[in-house]
């Protein structure tokens, strides 16, 4: 899977579990790299990278707000595009950044917009991934995806 990859993101996919000091590194170093490129194939590919597997949380949370970086509507967008190919290999992950999308008003509200234009697929897999995050914190998240799951659902 990797062989047609970005070059940068390659390296980040190779050393995403990130076991040892020099995978770190690596991975520190290739995101540093990507700084600034805005290139549509890169926002494309980053989410590949997610795993679930990987041993050092703090250092893949500089992923997670490398993508915040990306202009609102394309990380978005990229992010939905993603949430099947994720589902297995990144579920957790794909959680943190629905979460932290639904905290924030302007996000979420983009975010419904956008997932309202999605196929048919991706609607079900956020659907899924909105209900287990409410399942889990009803009180902080309930009004949040029900707001989100109430544009889709109109969307049709």
Not at 15 to 28: M, P, S
Not at 63 to 70: D, K, P, R, T
């Amino acid at each position: 899977m990797k062989d047609n990859l970005h070059p940068g993101i390659a390296t980040l996919y190779e050393n995403r579990l990130l076991r040892t000091e020099l995978e770190c590194e690596r991975f520190d170093r290739a995101l540093e790299g990507l700084a600034g490129d805005t290139e549509d194939r890169i926002i494309h590919e980053i989410f590949k990278v997610f795993d679930d597997e990987t041993e050092q949380e703090e250092v893949m949370f500089s992923l997670v707000h490398f993508v915040e970086s990306y202009q609102t509507e394309m990380y978005l967008t990229q992010l939905l595009e993603s949430l099947p190919a994720m589902l297995e290999p990144a579920r957790d992950w794909a959680i943190v950044l629905n979460k932290r999308i639904l905290k924030d008003d302007f996000c979420r509200s983009e975010y419904a917009d956008i997932a309202a234009r999605m196929s048919p697929q991706v609607k079900t897999v956020l659907s899924f991934l909105l209900e287990e995050i409410k399942e889990d914190r009803p009180k902080l998240f309930e009004r949040h995806v029900n707001e989100i799951l109430g544009k889709i659902t109109r969307s049709g």
